[in-house]
């Protein structure tokens, strides 16, 4: 696959310069992104918040193909929160439009291209519809070994801790343990997350400095990637940007440098 890559990006000569740059064995594992901007570059362009949307859809087309190239074992993308049904109900019926309409449209193309769906957050409290969808193409991607692609929906770091939290609590007691005995590893098996390697690199477009609720458990260690640029403009060039800077950053996981 990274052959035909290299094939698709010749022609571009900064593409083609920045995946030079990229030691392909110290990809992260895991890249988790915060997809921020769609709104402010519509308006910047005097156009209605959906069409920025939409046009974000398009970059996460680009860097979804980007990850399955280069063979990320997990790609998250934080698409809406449980917050973000304070919004317009006119732009929240509009992204859930939206939502339906690239479920079906991109459902073959990423079962064609090994890609394994799951959606995670409140997924219950979404239209029975959207729900179907959800579950159809989770069953039919099941199989697939190559990027895992999970799409933060209806999704809360907080929510998704104490709900782990308690699963695990109920666990132990229904064993006839002691809370006592909760731990890490017990909250940790009840996260969406569960089984998908830790986050190494968290991206922010947008150039905000927060991580808005999202995955506060699973980026504990993970390097962050803050870009002034808007989430619609975020495309494969991009991404490769933030991996070689990822690859630039010395991990310590809270030790000291190497002597």
């Given at each position: 696959m990274l052959k035909s890559f290299v094939g698709i990006i010749e022609e571009n000569s900064q593409e083609a310069e920045l995946l030079e740059r990229i030691d392909l064995k110290r990809l992260p594992k895991h890249i988790a992104i915060i997809m921020d901007g769609n709104g402010r570059w519509a308006k910047m362009r005097?156009?209605?918040?959906?069409?920025?949307?939409?046009?974000?859809?398009?970059?996460?087309?680009?860097?979804?193909?980007?990850?399955?190239?280069?063979?990320?074992?997990?790609?998250?993308?934080?698409?809406?929160?449980?917050?973000?049904?304070?919004?317009?109900?006119?732009?929240?019926?509009?992204?859930?439009?939206?939502?339906?309409?690239?479920?079906?449209?991109?459902?073959?193309?990423?079962?064609?291209?090994?890609?394994?769906?799951?959606?995670?957050?409140?997924?219950?409290?979404?239209?029975?519809?959207?729900?179907?969808?959800?579950?159809?193409a989770e069953e039919k991607t099941s199989s697939n070994t190559g990027t895992i692609l999970s799409v933060a929906l209806n999704y809360g770091g907080r929510a998704e801790i104490a709900e782990a939290a308690r699963?695990?609590?109920?666990?132990?007691?229904?064993?006839?343990?002691?809370?006592?005995?909760?731990?890490?590893?017990?909250?940790?098996?009840h996260l969406y997350t569960y089984g998908l390697p830790e986050v190494d690199l968290l991206i922010r477009t947008s150039g905000e400095y927060r991580v808005s609720n999202f995955l506060l458990w699973q980026i504990a260690y993970s390097e962050i990637y803050i870009t002034p640029v808007l989430f619609p403009d975020f495309r494969r060039a991009e991404i490769l940007k933030a991996i070689i800077d990822f690859q630039n950053r010395e991990r310590r996981f809270g030790g000291i440098k190497a002597q």
């Open positions: 005097g156009k209605p918040r959906l069409q920025g949307h939409r046009e974000g859809a398009e970059s996460v087309r680009a860097i979804l193909d980007t990850c399955a190239r280069l063979q990320i074992k997990a790609l998250t993308l934080y698409a809406f929160s449980t917050e973000n049904w304070k919004r317009p109900k006119e732009e929240v019926s509009g992204l859930m439009e939206m939502l339906r309409y690239y479920l079906k449209k991109e459902l073959d193309t990423l079962h064609k291209n090994n890609i394994r769906f799951q959606a995670i957050g409140r997924l219950s409290e979404l239209a029975p519809d959207i729900q179907n969808q959800i579950r159809q699963k695990a609590a109920k666990k132990l007691l229904q064993e006839g343990r002691s809370l006592d005995e909760l731990n890490e590893e017990e909250i940790e098996k």
